[in-house]
């Protein structure tokens, strides 16, 4: 079992910037493939960003958020810059052992999510 708790979303005007954590525990984190997913109200889980031997990015946010993990600290991270009202939803951080693809039903573990609310 791998336990999620995602941290540090909020409000920001449209430009500004925020960083998530996804903090992990329970299994070896470094062994593991990470993603960030958001899902805005009415709207279906979309990927965000992956993690692992390489990262991905959805068009929507590549040049804007970057992904990344301290394999110490179990920790993962996304950094958002240049926000835009569109960004707003509620993120959520993801695991596999297995590669998973941009799917959600790729991913066994989730966090609980994290609001965010980006103002115009």
């Known amino acids: 079992q791998v336990q999620l708790v995602e941290s540090g979303g909020g409000l920001v005007q449209a430009g500004g910037s925020l960083r998530l954590s996804c903090a992990a525990s329970?299994?070896?984190?470094?062994?593991?493939?990470m993603a960030w997913f958001r899902q805005a109200p009415g709207k279906e889980r979309e990927f965000v960003a992956w993690?692992?031997?390489?990262?991905y990015y959805a068009n929507s946010v590549r040049g804007r958020f970057t992904i990344s993990r301290d394999n110490a600290k179990n920790t993962m991270y996304l950094q958002m810059n240049s926000l835009k009202p569109e960004d707003t939803a509620v993120y959520y951080c993801?695991?596999?052992?297995?590669?998973?693809?941009?799917?959600?039903?790729?991913?066994?573990?989730w966090g609980q999510g994290t609001q965010v609310t980006v103002s115009s």
């Open positions: 993801a695991a596999s052992p297995n590669f998973p693809g941009i799917n959600p039903g790729g991913y066994n573990y």
């Open positions: 329970g299994r070896t984190f470094s062994g593991y493939y």
């Open positions: 993690s692992g031997s390489t990262t």
